[in-house]
T-cell receptor
Framework: QQQVKQSPQSLIVQKGGISIINCAYENTAFDYFPWYQQFPGKGPALLIAIRPDVSEKKEGRFTISFNKSAKQFSLHIMDSQPGDSATYFCAASNFNKFYFGSGTKLNVKP | EAGVAQSPRYKIIEKRQSVAFWCNPISGHATLYWYQQILGQGPKLLIQFQNNGVVDDSQLPKDRFSAERLKGVDSTLKIQPAKLEDSAVYLC?????????????FGPGTRLTVT
């Protein structure tokens, strides 16, 4: 079964806008929730990650919001730029084993 | 620090042929993963090594896929015989696995096309 559900499948945002991608999980044993950014022809690159003992983590324009009771977490990209156009994957991990969402293709229009 | 290296970057083979992919993880990383990424989907774990032992290979199609990690460093993933549905990008990743450091680093992947 799908351990991590990600939405939306695709997202179009104007330059300067906020991009929001959501993920939900079922297994409460997950203890690490990373987000990856993938450009065409490249492997996924770790963008930002959070552990369930905090509700928010911010690194530059990227913020993870984490809702443990709802078993949901989301990625917010502030001031979205055309260079942010890529596919974003959420993941959840337990004991160093990772389960990935299906990906969100983000297109930031100039 | 050098990243995860993979070769070849691209491979085209006919169905029923065999193919092998190579991965060199980041130095000192104890955990090595092979993922299959089908176009438009997230990576799916095929096999996970801890040093040179297999931690999880539950989703590896063992009738045609095999993998080994020699001396706990480099790893090879083999497909024999290949099927059309094996067309995908094969990603190798590694992580330190120390003090619950779960940061995982991916290589560029090998794009396999089976015709």
């Amino acid at each position: 079964q799908q351990q991590v559900k990600q939405s939306p499948q695709s997202l179009i945002v104007q330059k300067g806008g906020i991009s929001i991608i959501n993920c939900a999980y079922e297994n409460t044993a997950f203890d690490y929730f990373p987000w990856y950014q993938q450009f065409p022809g490249k492997g996924p690159a770790l963008l930002i990650a959070i552990r369930p003992d905090v509700s928010e983590k911010k690194e530059g324009r990227f913020t993870i919001s984490f809702n443990k009771s709802a078993k949901q977490f989301s990625l917010h990209i502030m001031d979205s730029q055309p260079g942010d156009s890529a596919t974003y994957f959420c993941a959840a991990s337990n004991f160093n084993k990772f389960y990935f969402g299906s990906g969100t293709k983000l297109n930031v229009k100039p | 620090e050098a990243g995860v290296a993979q070769s070849p970057r691209y491979k085209i083979i006919e169905k029923r042929q065999s193919v092998a992919f190579w991965c060199n993880p980041i130095s000192g990383h104890a955990t090595l993963y092979w993922y299959q990424q089908i176009l438009g989907q997230g990576p799916k774990l095929l096999i996970q090594f801890q040093n040179n032992g297999v931690v999880d290979d539950s989703q590896l199609p063992k009738d045609r896929f095999s993998a080994e990690r020699l001396k706990g460093v480099d790893s090879t993933l083999k497909i024999q015989p290949a099927k059309l549905e094996d067309s995908a990008v094969y990603l190798c990743a590694s992580s330190l696995f120390a003090q619950k450091n779960y940061e995982q680093y991916f290589g560029p992947g090998t794009r396999l096309t089976v015709t």
